[in-house]
């Protein structure tokens, strides 16, 4: 399934991700002009969010003049698997983000690798985290599409091995909310059709329609640098041969600079094709420029 | 309905009496932001500070270049100190007149609020006293931008 268009796209990604790293390693300059963490850091599918769930607002720190470019590695390690994502994501003028991202997910104990390739987009309809009452929405779109394991996706009863997320996204600042603090909430909600995120398929045996699911986060900023929080993303639960619940995880993310962010987490995952209460944890780098 | 007895009605009055502070310890009143960002004082310093970012920022700067910073200065002080509830009057004009057609992007807003935040970050208050601060000044948003 390697086509030389995907194979361009691949050397693209590594090509950016290589100069991003250079430029914001040798740029000391701002990266963008909004307030440091209001952008979030790159989600496992590539969007600026969470760790888990997408936000409202778009990726890095532009504003209206502004283009922001951010790439992010992640890892997570689980009981039965290890999770790697590469992403990157440009946000145009603080109104469109456009974003790519790489998912190859170990399968340890089961044996094999199943990979899947995220193309997606966001565009802010309006406001902002800090000054609009009702925060910022963005509308999302996800493309998914599973590259090596799509017979795996097959044998345990998925219809589908691409299909397409569609999320309304809301992110709000409250200021001097929580012990002085800053807290920043934000909510999604989500049209898929996705197992485990699109790496178990899409549709399935036991239900092959679309599902509206709803994802949450709060984040408090313990200072302007260091956010810590919780998160929950609601899932389908699609296939006959095992159960699927919700993804949760703490977190903690820290902006080094503008050009660098840390996010740790501690996923709860819960029961991933039949191997049960997958935990572990999860480290994401993050440079923007 | 319950009927209340006068008996009791009369103890209820005479407890309400005394918690309101018969005993003498009059109950302070909870400060101001205005006396938690320091008075005149702190004020006075967080204008300092923060004129002194402004005018280190190229971009934001040149919004000045017409300005008699004197002026602005104490004009900014009396915002600040009204808007936190101190005892001051600001005689300026509301801040949609204040900005209208000086073509401010949301990056320059944003710029704004970063070196502000700056600015509280470097001075001796709570979080709870910048952040409250912060709260009371991106409300102007809408008005700041409204003829931009």
Not at chain 1, 171 to 181: H, I, N, P, Q, Y
Not at chain 1, 190 to 206: E, I, K, P, V, Y
Request: hydrophobic share 45%; charged share 20%.
């Amino acid at each position: 399934m390697a086509s030389p268009l995907r194979r361009w796209l691949r050397r693209l990604l590594v090509g950016a991700t290589a100069l991003a790293a250079v430029t914001a390693l040798a740029m000391p300059a701002q990266a963008g002009s909004r307030l440091l963490g209001t952008g979030g850091v790159t989600q496992i599918e590539g969007a600026a969010g969470g760790g888990l769930s997408p936000w409202g607002v778009l990726a890095g720190t532009a504003s209206d003049t502004e283009v922001a470019v951010s790439v992010a590695a992640s890892e997570a390690w689980l009981d039965d698997y290890g999770l790697r994502v590469r992403g990157i994501g440009v946000n145009w003028h603080d109104r469109v983000e456009v974003s790519y991202a790489r998912q190859r997910l170990a399968l340890d104990t089961l044996g094999g690798v199943l990979e899947q390739e995220i193309y997606g987009a966001k565009l802010r309809l309006f406001g902002d985290p800090l000054y609009h009452p009702w925060g910022s929405w963005s509308l999302g779109v996800q493309h998914k599409r599973l590259g090596r394991g799509q017979a795996l996706a097959r044998a345990v009863g998925a219809e589908a091995t691409q299909g397409n997320d569609l999320y309304l996204a809301g992110s709000k600042l409250f200021f001097d909310a929580v012990a002085g603090r800053n807290l920043l909430a934000n909510l999604t909600l989500r049209s898929t059709r996705a197992n485990q995120g699109g790496l178990l398929g899409f549709g399935g045996d036991r239900d092959s329609g679309r599902s509206l699911v709803a994802e949450g986060s709060l984040g408090l900023f313990l200072t302007p640098a260091w956010v810590v929080g919780v998160e929950y993303r609601q899932k389908p639960d699609n296939l006959g041969f095992a159960e699927e619940q919700a993804w949760q995880d703490v977190f903690t993310a820290l902006f080094l600079t503008r050009h660098l962010s840390l996010t740790g987490a501690w996923l709860d995952l819960g029961d991933i094709a039949g191997l049960e209460n997958q935990r572990g944890g999860y480290l994401s780098l993050q440079l923007a420029l | 309905m319950y009927p209340i007895s006068t008996r009791g009605y009369v103890a209820a009055l005479l407890l309400a009496w005394a918690l309101s502070g018969c005993a003498g310890a009059q109950p302070q009143p909870a400060p101001t932001l205005y006396q938690k960002l320091g008075g005149e004082k702190g004020m006075h310093a967080i204008v300092e500070d923060f004129a002194y970012r402004l005018a280190d920022d190229p971009e934001l700067v040149a919004f000045f270049a017409n300005t008699n910073i004197d002026y602005f200065v104490n004009s900014l002080q009396d915002y600040l100190c009204v808007i936190s509830d101190g005892p001051c009057v600001y005689r300026g004009a509301p801040m949609d007149k204040a900005h209208q057609h000086m073509g401010i992007h949301e990056a320059d807003f944003n710029r704004l609020v970063d070196a502000l935040q700056a600015t509280l970050l470097d001075q001796p208050i709570s979080a709870s006293a910048r952040n409250q601060l912060l709260k009371r000044l991106a409300a102007q948003h809408a008005a700041v931008m409204r003829y931009q």
